[in-house]
């Protein structure tokens, strides 16, 4: 799976974190599914939740408010796992992110997506595509493939490549 940009595809999925509004091509999700147990990693880095199994398969889950420097709620009852598929050395990995919830799969004109107004730290916003704005309120598109530094994959998913 290579890097989407706005312009190839214009199917996005839309999720909240935090009271934030955020939307993801649907090319990178494989599956939504209720957020139930998670394992601990001993030594984990901050910003992964724990494991899980998917289809058979142990799958990372990283808390996205860690990683975006959010407070996370107390109330934890609804929250979901968006799993994605991410390409990491020409391989593609599966990680699962936490979220609150995930309303819908939206069509969007892929040139409707403005540009992220970049502030403070570049390096924090590159994973941020652009902005969106639907239904009364921005929504932040991610960018998948950028969402995670190289270092942080291969953490997550023990692959050498």
């Given at each position: 799976m290579k890097e989407t940009t706005a312009t190839?595809?214009?199917?996005?999925?839309?999720?909240?974190?935090?009271?934030?509004?955020?939307?993801?091509d649907?090319?990178?999700v494989t599956q939504v599914m209720r957020a139930?147990?998670?394992?601990s990693v001993?030594?984990?880095p901050d910003f992964l939740k724990g494991?899980?199994?998917f289809n058979g398969k142990i799958i990372p889950v990283v808390n996205l408010?860690?990683?975006?420097?959010?407070?996370e709620p107390e109330e934890k009852e609804h929250q979901l796992i968006i799993i994605l598929t991410v390409l990491f050395q020409d391989a593609e990995v599966e990680i699962g992110i936490l979220v609150d919830s995930s309303d819908e799969v939206f069509e969007w004109n892929p040139t409707d997506v403005k540009p992220y107004p970049v502030s403070g730290n570049q390096e924090k916003g590159a994973y941020i595509e652009g902005v969106i704005h639907r239904k009364n309120r921005f929504s932040f598109v991610l960018k998948v493939n950028s969402l995670f530094a190289d270092n942080e994959i291969k953490n997550l998913t023990n692959t050498e490549q």
């Open positions: 190839e595809s214009n199917h996005y999925i839309s999720f909240s974190l935090a009271g934030e509004f955020f939307a993801i649907v090319q990178h139930s147990s998670f394992t001993p030594q984990a494991v899980t199994n408010y860690q990683k975006f420097g959010f407070h």
